[in-house]
């Protein structure tokens, strides 16, 4: 099927979905908990197949990081919809605005959303924002990725089976394909991935005027402050760099830490690496990188900093090549002394390499950070909670989390997004509900109509009642 075919085939969905979306009218909290509890159960009772699927996607995959991060996160954040959509849908009373007036806030379901989902959390990243489409009462379309083709045949398998066409559906393809996608006329895309393709996705979602809900990433800082426990901080920082192998777009992709703390961090990352991963190569606990193109990528920022004269310092066991080519394994590496000019310092990374920069003055590192786009996380290790506060108001980021890496991801009360280069738009909890709906304004005005008849000429009455307001 050429492109043109791809997309009249999309278009012709995507309107089925529309008029099937105003004849069934909106969906009741029961239908709604209904798809999300067939989602759940999608996720649930093929769990060891979407498993290995991801796993063969990647070259390996640990099935730990598969089921906790893609399907046990996926179905709580699924439940927690299903639980409080009854309480969601309910509308808000406002003031009354005048006398024997109403207003309140009613929220309608949008229609129909295309979700572009990325490689590195296939299903968490496919199914999340599912949890708010659905409880909102929406019908949507899935486009996985195509890095993952195992996952990506099988989810559109296991859809089939569980849900109506007209309920969910999945797209498969390459590039191509995305690009068809993004350009449908959905009344909401969410997409996730690199910020360069989030441009491209939002500039062909403007001329369908299609809201876009867009998490990006970028380059998420880690400041660990004089007071912190340089320690818990490199434990903590290490567990999600090696997680998954550090590709995640939430992934600490830079730390900066005072000057004299830089080879004790060095010395409690290696020392935390040693017990966590004995061995690397043939350890089932740690995932390759995703596809060789990607591998090679790593490898070439390594040896950009080198050749600008930083310090690399790989944290791979003794005996162990720090990386294959082959199982496409590599091993947790620091780069010290880097500057601006290294590509490793200018590109999200996405993987196992973690870039240490040092400063003499905490200003320093935040007028650093500020000085670059604003990033999907900032991380921030430090016990004074004056020097928290202020850290959190200099600066901008999706989220902040404080003592702790990526832990906001799996809290259903706050949202989860970006913020300028790293996304735009939030959902999770409460803020995916109403993210995918519509918040229509209802007015009842009063049976004497005061505020209508306010309006009527002949207007001199009320030219003098509103001069003699403003006059005070």
């Known amino acids: 099927m050429n492109t043109s075919d791809t997309a009249a085939s999309l278009a012709a969905t995507v309107a089925a979905m529309k008029r099937a979306h105003v004849q069934d009218g909106p969906a009741s909290a029961e239908l709604r908990r209904d798809r999300i ?29 598969t089921l906790l991060a893609d399907v046990l996160s996926t179905v709580a954040e699924l439940k927690y919809a299903a639980e409080n959509v009854e309480q969601w849908m ?60 195992r996952t990506a045949e099988l989810l559109a398998e296991l859809v089939a089976r569980y849900f109506d066409p007209m309920e969910l559906t999945t797209v498969l393809g390459d590039a191509e394909v995305g690009a068809a996608f993004s350009a449908q006329a959905f009344d909401h895309l969410i997409f996730t991935g690199s910020t360069s393709v989030g441009r491209h996705v939002m500039r062909a979602a403007a ?82 990188i995703i596809s060789e193109r990607h591998f090679q990528r790593l490898q070439e920022l390594l040896a950009d900093a080198r050749a600008q004269g930083a310090t ?94 990526m832990t906001h991801a799996t809290v259903e009360t706050v949202p989860f997004g970006g913020v300028g280069a790293s996304g735009i738009g939030a959902y999770h909890g409460i803020h995916g509900f109403r993210r995918f709906s519509h918040a229509k304004a209802v007015v009842e005005q009063s049976p004497d109509g005061e505020s209508n008849l306010r309006l009527r000429a002949p207007y001199a009455e009320g030219l003098a009642e509103v001069e003699s307001l403003l006059a005070g």
């Not at 990325?118 to 659905?134: D, E, H, I, M, Y």
């Not at 080879?263 to 690397?280: E, G």
């Open 37 to 65: 509890g067939r989602a759940i159960k999608l996720l649930t009772e093929n769990h060891k197949a979407l498993e290995a699927a991801i796993s063969a996607d990647y070259g390996h995959r640990s099935p730990y990081q």
């Open 90 to 149: 309910q509308a808000e009373e406002q003031p009354a605005p005048g006398p024997g007036m109403k207003a309140r806030i009613q929220y309608q379901p949008l229609g129909v959303v295309g979700i572009i989902s990325p490689w590195n959390f296939p299903l968490n990243l496919a199914f999340s924002p599912l949890a708010g489409v659905f409880a909102a009462g929406n019908r949507a379309l899935i486009k996985p990725s195509e890095l993952t083709p």
């Open 207 to 288: 001329e369908n005027l299609v809201p876009v809900t867009l998490e990006l990433g970028g380059k998420s800082p880690v400041l660990i402050d004089t007071d912190a426990d340089v320690r818990t901080a490199a434990e903590r920082v290490m567990t999600i760099k090696t997680f998954n192998a550090g590709q995640i777009c939430m992934s600490p992709d830079y730390v900066m830490l005072p000057e004299g703390a830089r080879d004790t961090f060095v010395a409690n990352a290696r020392d935390f690496i040693s017990h966590s991963f004995p061995t690397l190569q043939a350890n089932p606990d740690y995932t390759s």
């Open 312 to 405: 690399v310092i790989g944290l791979e066991p003794q005996g162990e090549a720090n990386a294959d080519a082959n199982s496409r394994k590599m091993a947790p590496t620091l780069v010290l002394d880097v500057t601006d000019e290294m590509k490793v310092m200018q590109e999200e990374i996405f993987g196992p390499i973690l870039p240490i920069k040092t400063y003499r003055d905490a200003s320093e590192a935040v007028d650093y950070i500020n000085a670059n786009p604003r990033p999907l996380a900032a991380y921030y290790f430090g016990n004074d909670a004056e020097r928290q506060r202020r850290f959190s108001e200099q600066t901008t980021s999706g989220a902040l989390v404080i003592n702790d890496v």
